[in-house]
């Protein structure tokens, strides 16, 4: 059964279900028009047009899970109060379990958004200080769930006090004592308390404070992780890095998987969520972790482009996996599928030939430059910059045109077999590990000055510089415009 078929399939979750737990929240938003200045003081008026509550915080995970097929049970707390009662009726309405929440005298956790001309003006937030929670019935009401044996539970921190040490000790023990994976999404720099847990997913930033490091340009990730890791007795941790995927901890090792799919960026508030929940979803179909995140990746691709918090659905992640099958995009590898298919095109003797670039608004002499070298081997494998090294290369107006674009145009040309996208300023560590026969950069380059000239002489392979078509660049195009 393919992954497709499967996620068609509801995860063949039959009679399984997932325990979530974790911070309450109501999301409101007000959304309106902005004309003038209030003469009352220097802020602006916002005309109301309309409002809208949504699922916010672990709920949000929760509703991830649902619109995947899957039931879910959400465990947290709220208030006895008008907005407790507007959560309850709106993850009702979303067909997820409210046995696990219990009510307490303080307020549900709500944020107001006041949005005027699509720019968030203010934001109000009603919540509770953690001092003030009381988490025994809470406790109580999690094991009597986790007795009906969930086949995951995710701990879903938004580090407003639910998620105490003690909590989270009492539902990791538990899980565990039952052989059920926990998965956490963790908050600010305790992470002792999420000790023994199957894995954590940090982003990027969390990471960092958790590890206590400061990062520079040349910063090694792999040490602290692997040691936190260790200190956590986990089996992984996936690191998110948004436009730069997910970073996978696992064993002895660190592995990027590249961001796949991202649109337009409208909003990256409940990403993390979407990638935790669509984790969690194939976790429960029994796939192997790295296919987990690869799918993960392609759903926080989908929510990203939408605004506000928004799950993700079933149809949409099939419906945009299943273009992703498209003959074309087969092309656009990550690491480990390309490092598949170099190691066939080795076998049949086939000479492989490497370039790379930005390919910014692909013109004449992009498509010109990539015939000539395709013409010097049997396969050409094209390394493309990835947004945030285009920008570091090329300025902060620069690219135009988005990664995962420019990947789907470059694939339907004749002339290219495999693209990877990379994130690095240059392509060094793909040059050794693909091992190409041939090298290939553009006549303005000496030999000597192209990246991996040295490399190449260990396996006897070369560098060929093919001449450009001159007044033919992204420069001049992006001046004409202007």
């Known amino acids: ?23 309450l929240m109501l999301d409101r938003y007000l959304i309106g028009s902005v004309s003038r200045i209030s003469p009352e003081a220097p802020v602006p008026v916002v005309r109301l047009k309309e409002s809208f509550d949504r699922i916010g915080g672990s709920g949000n995970v929760a509703a991830n ?10 465990a947290g707390q709220i208030g006895d109060d008008v907005d407790g009662k507007k959560l309850l009726d709106i993850l009702k309405k979303n067909h997820i379990g409210v046995d696990g929440i219990v009510k307490d005298k303080n307020p549900t956790t709500t944020k107001t958004r006041i949005i ?49 040490e003690v909590l989270c000790q009492h539902v990791i023990k538990l899980a ?60 992984f941790i996936a690191m998110t890095k948004g436009e730069d995927g997910i970073d996978l901890i696992q064993k002895n090792t660190i592995k990027n998987l590249p961001a ?21 979803a194939c976790m429960i179909a029994k796939m192997p972790i790295e296919t987990c995140l690869n799918i993960a990746n392609v759903a926080a691709g989908i929510v990203i482009g939408k605004l506000g918090t928004i799950p993700i659905t079933l149809q949409n992640l099939i419906e945009t996996l299943s273009s992703k099958h498209s003959e074309q995009e087969k092309k656009i590898h990550s690491l480990s599928g390309l490092m598949e298919q170099v190691l066939i095109w080795k076998k049949q003797k086939k000479k492989i030939v490497f370039t790379n670039g930005c390919f910014d608004i692909l013109h004449a002499g992009h498509v010109t430059y990539l015939e000539k070298a395709k013409k010097l081997g ?16 090329k300025g902060k107006s620069r690219p135009v045109i988005h990664q995962e674009d420019r990947a789907r145009v470059l694939s339907a040309l004749s002339s290219v077999d495999s693209i990877i996208i990379f994130s690095e300023t240059t392509p060094l560590h ?39 078509v001159p007044g033919r660049s992204t420069s001049a195009i992006l001046k004409k415009i202007s």
């Open 176 to 235: 565990k004592s039952k052989k059920i994976p926990v998965l956490v999404d963790p908050k600010g720099i305790n992470y002792s308390k999420y000790k023994n847990a199957t894995a954590i997913t940090p982003n990027k930033k969390e990471a960092i404070e958790a590890c206590h490091i400061h990062v520079t340009k040349n910063t090694n990730f792999l040490t602290p992780l692997l040691k936190l890791k260790k200190s956590l007795n986990l089996q």
């Open 378 to 393: 049997d396969v050409l494998i094209l390394a493309l910059n990835s947004d945030s090294s285009v920008t570091k290369l």
């Open 1 to 23: 059964m393919s992954e497709i078929d499967i996620i068609k399939n509801k995860f063949n979750v039959q009679k399984k279900w997932a325990l979530v737990v974790g911070d």
């Open 430 to 468: 793909l040059i050794k590990k693909i091992q190409p026969d041939i090298l290939v950069k553009g006549s303005d380059y000496k030999k000597n000055q192209v990246v991996g000239h040295q490399e190449l002489k260990k396996w006897h392979g070369k560098v060929e510089l093919v001449s450009v």
């Open 260 to 280: 796949v799919n991202q649109q337009q960026v409208f909003d990256v508030s409940g990403a993390g969520d979407t990638v935790i929940a669509t984790l969690a």
């Open 116 to 164: 005027g001309e699509h720019q968030q003006m203010m934001r109000i937030d009603q919540e509770a200080t953690a001092d003030l929670i009381d988490s025994k019935p809470l406790i109580k009401r999690i094991s009597t769930l986790l007795n009906k044996k969930p086949s995951i539970v995710i701990l879903s921190d938004y580090a407003k006090g639910v998620l105490s």
């Open 65 to 74: 899970l649902a619109q995947l097929g899957i039931k879910t049970i959400l």
